[in-house]
Structure formats: structure tokens, C-alpha cells
């Protein structure tokens, strides 16, 4: 029993008389009472005590007074924080069931497992990233045969390991869910075959090819080159136009004005004290060729030697029209507009000849000349991809009346197989196109129907070719309109071969069998020639044969191995 006393003080008075009110608390059940009470009863199997258990009316009470909120959820049997645990466990289940699904065929565990299987411990290969200013070489980490990280070759010559986030990234496009999954015919599913036999039998029914087009992306591979000038070969009236939106046409001008054939420029910034950029963002990305190892020799030579007193500092001028990462790490820079640019440099000896200059640019060209012809020899000038050619021809003039040429840069043959001015030979395509002289336009890997400069009118003279194919990675603006759609493979699921920068030939050889059965370029090509089955596999391997020395298996064995080919890279 309980007795509770009210008053002011100790002491009742009169007026506040003591008041007494009294309660019985509940008898608690003892375990034999619970055991009686349960007799022949069933419900849930745990309980947190024995009043929970009763289910008497001072448990209730207690729950409401310590978890107001959540009381419910201790009696209802289902409530809905529960349900929704519960269809979540549940989803969550189903979710990893999904991945892991079984194929309806019988399937068997491993008797003997492959040889090169670890669990839990990756295996590397070498291959190489095509890129239209030349591949990036990579060393790709694959678990369970699996890739699951692209990093650069630390063995190749060019890369040393370096890779850049695009490079990294197409890793994502391999497992990219939106990825084109099947070939279609006029937007339903078809077959691979079917295409090569009506594309054959179109081809060789034109002798000589007439009316057959390529439309490709910019090709460094020297295989798909050799397939196509046996496609040439076989059917000289079949024509190739190359094509991307970001080109190199302003270089492949300028040097072709300058030396009389198309030419590429490799820069040595690890021998250059003094360096001069023409709107060359050669730090800022992937765009400039060479990005890996130029943004390496500069890093290199851009530090202070305590312990050294013979190695200097690098000094690096910019002249650019916006402001870029290269931009930002010069020691000088000096903004100018892009019609400014080549006068800057053609006048860079005489700057108060020809342009108002104002005084600041007058003091910005003197000093930089100065310095310039001071490091004759040790100084390099690079002119932006997105330069227009005169910008290019005024750093040929000034490499070599500087004495660049041989030290800081050398000029070779050019990464592309079969170089040319894409917006050109894009023009004369559309003309052919609106002619009516197309029948049979294949493109590989290009998306010109979003592309294409749009005062070339694409989309209309696309409408005038009867037989439209396109290889590409996803039915995109060209892919859904065409009446073909391939899908293409990944560079990390197909056989090729590219040459990086240097000019070192990389083989790409794939970490994982095509997940949708894509196809590539070479099998497209292949269709063509006297083997026409003849995989892309047995294509790089026939064409290796041409620049692999000593005995083949030996020297293919060590070529994948590697990444790259010895002995390739491009002379001056």
C-alpha cells in the first residue's frame, strides 16, 4: 500500500488538512502462474520480460510513458517501421539474387579451374585507350577476369604510367546499362550476317565499288589502315572520309604547307628551359597530343634543385585567347584576341612593325623575345590545336630560327595512318550525298547527324542515301535514323591495334568477351575482303606480321605482354 501526504509544511494546519489517498499496486505474476496461464497456447517464441509476456495493462502503461511514440510497435504484430524493414530485407535479396542469376541450361561447378583464377586476386593486362591524337597506352586490373580499373602502362615508354579521367573513365562505358545491345534493321532486331551478306552482294555488284562511303572516326590503328587500303585495292571507286567534331585540321594544313606533306610535331619539354604557348593548353587535357608526357616533362623540370645547382628551372610564356589550366601555371601570360595571335608571332622579332600594340604587349614581346633567343636551342614554341594554320606555321618559323628543331621538337610522320583534312573531306561527302552518288554510306563510330557542322545540312542530304549503316556504342541521333544499326564493341572487349603519340604501336587485345556481341570496325571492313569471316583477332595478328622482328610467337607473346611493340615509335 501507498500513502501520499499534501501540505505546505511538515505540519497540516487547519485550512490544508492532510490528505490520504490509497492505491493497490498489481500482483506480479510468479513464473508458475505464466507457465499455467500459457498451458496449451502458442505465439512468439521471445519475450523481453514477463510482463510483456502477461500482457498486462502496467506494461501497456510503461510503454506509453517511455516510448510514446513507438509503443504500437512493440505489440502490433505488423506495423509499418516493420513492414518496411521487412520489404526491405526483401528487396535487398532479391536484388542480389538478380545479379546472380542462373542460366535455365543445366550449368556445371568447376571440376578443374582455369589456371590463372584466384579468387580475390587480380591479374593485370596491358592494352591501349584509342584516341584520335593517339592512344593512350593502360594497364587494366581485372578480377575474375573481370576489368574493374584502367590505370596507364608504367612500361611504356610514352605514358610511364600516367593516364588522365577520360582515359579512367571508359571504364564506365563499358558497363554503361544504355549501351546499344543488339543490331537492328530499320529499328528491329537483325542479324550481324545478314548485314554482311546485303552489303557484299551490293559492293560486289558494283565492280568497283561506286557509290560505297566511309564515314570513321579519326583511325589510328594501323590495321583497320591496311584493311582498308585492300578495300581500296579490291574496289578503288569506295571512298574514306574521317571525322570528328574536335580535329587537328589546322595542323594537318600548316604542315602540310610547310613541308609538303602531312607532318606531326613531338615536343621535349624535358630539354626546353624556355617554353612559349600559342594558345596550346598542352596541361589542360587529353586534346593536345601528347597531354600525358608534356604535362610530365614540364612537372619534371618546373622544380626547384636544392641538390642540383646545374638543373634550372623551367620559364613558360602563354599567349591565349581564354584563360586555361597552362594558362594559369605560366610565369607570364598576355591575352590577346585569335586573329591577334598570329600577328603576335609572326612579328614577335619586330612587334612595333604591322598592329597597334599597346604598351604593355610591346614590353610583354620584347622581354619574351629576348629571353627566347637567349635559350636558343633550349627554348620550344607550341602552338594550339584549335590554332588556326597560320598560328602552326608561325611556330614552325620560330622553332627554327630559335635552333628548336632536333632538340625541343622533332617532326615525323603523323599518328593517323592516313591523315587528311577532315572538314573537307566532309564538305565533298555531303556534295556526293546531295548528288545522289551515295548508295551504300557506312559510318564507323562517327555520329554526324549530331556532329556535322550544321551549315553543311547534313540531316538533308542523309536523307537522299537509299542504304544507311552505322557502328556506334549506342543508338544515338545517327544510330535510330539509320537503316542498319551495329552495335559496336568496346575497346576493352575487341581485338586492335593503335599507335600512341610517339608513334610506339600498342596492341589492344580485350579483357572480357563482348557482353551484347558488339562488332568493330575491322569486321565491318573484313566483310569486303577474300576472307570475310576472318575475325578482327586474325586481322591484328596478319598485320603484326609486318612490324614484329625475330620469331612471331615469341615476339606477339612479349608484344601483349608489354603493351607495346619495341622498336616502333616514329623517328625525326
Known sequence: MKTTKAGNGEQGTANNAAQVVTTI???????????????????????????????????????????????????????????????????????????????DEPIFPY?????????????????????????????????????????????HPMAKGKS???????????????????????????EFADFQEA??????????????????????????AAQWKQVQTKFPQAKLVQWDPVNRDAAMAASKAAFGSYMDAQYKLENADVILSLDADFLGG?????????????????RYYADDPSKTMNRMYVVETMPTVTGFKAEHRLALKPSEIAVFANGLDDIDVGYPWTPEQRKFAGTLYNDLKANAGKCVVIPGEQAPAAVHAAAYALNAQLGAVGKTVIYTDTVNPLPSEQVADLKALVADMNAGKVEWL???????????????EFAAAFEKVANTVHLGSHV?????????????AHYLESWSDARAYDGTISIIQPMIAPMYGGHS?????????????ASAYDAVQANAKTYLKGDFATAWRKALHDGWVDGTAFTA
Open 286 to 302: 587529353i586534346a593536345q597530343p601528347g597531354f600525358l608526357p608534356l604535362a610530365a616533362a614540364y612537372a619534371e623540370r618546373h
Open 164 to 190: 588522365d579521367a577520360m582515359t579512367q573513365a571508359t571504364l564506365l562505358d563499358l558497363y554503361d546499362p544504355d549501351r546499344s545491345k543488339e543490331v537492328l534493321y530499320r529499328g528491329q532486331r537483325g
Open 199 to 224: 552489303f557484299t552482294k551490293a559492293v560486289k555488284a558494283s565492280k568497283d565499288g561506286t557509290g560505297v562511303y566511309f564515314l570513321s572516326e579519326t583511325i589510328t590503328s594501323p590495321t583497320l
Open 476 to 488: 544515338d541521333e545517327t544510330g535510330a535514323v539509320s537503316v542498319w544499326h551495329i552495335n559496336k
Open 25 to 103: 499496486a498489481p500482483a506480479r505474476l510468479t513464473l508458475a502462474e505464466v507457465r499455467a496461464k500459457l498451458e496449451g497456447k502458442s505465439g512468439k517464441r521471445f519475450w523481453k520480460n514477463l510482463d510483456e509476456l502477461a500482457e498486462t495493462p502496467g506494461f501497456h502503461e510503461l510503454l506509453e510513458r517511455e516510448f510514446p511514440r513507438q509503443a504500437s510497435e512493440w505489440v502490433d504484430a505488423v506495423s509499418r517501421r516493420g513492414f518496411l524493414k521487412v520489404m526491405g530485407a526483401s528487396l535487398a535479396l532479391a536484388g542480389l539474387a538478380g545479379c546472380t542469376k542462373q542460366p
Open 442 to 456: 557506312v559510318m564507323l563510330g562517327a555520329n554526324p547527324m549530331y556532329a556535322a557542322p550544321m551549315d553543311l
Open 521 to 533: 570496325a575491322h569486321e565491318v571492313l573484313q566483310s569486303l575482303l577474300d576472307a570475310p569471316q
Open 111 to 155: 571440376v578443374k579451374a582455369p589456371e590463372d583464377l584466384i579468387l580475390g586476386k587480380p591479374m593485370y593486362f596491358a592494352s591501349a585507350f584509342p584516341f584520335p591524337t593517339g592512344a593512350i597506352p593502360v594497364l587494366v586490373k581485372s578480377d575474375a577476369f573481370r576489368p574493374i580499373k584502367v590505370d596507364g602502362n608504367p612500361d
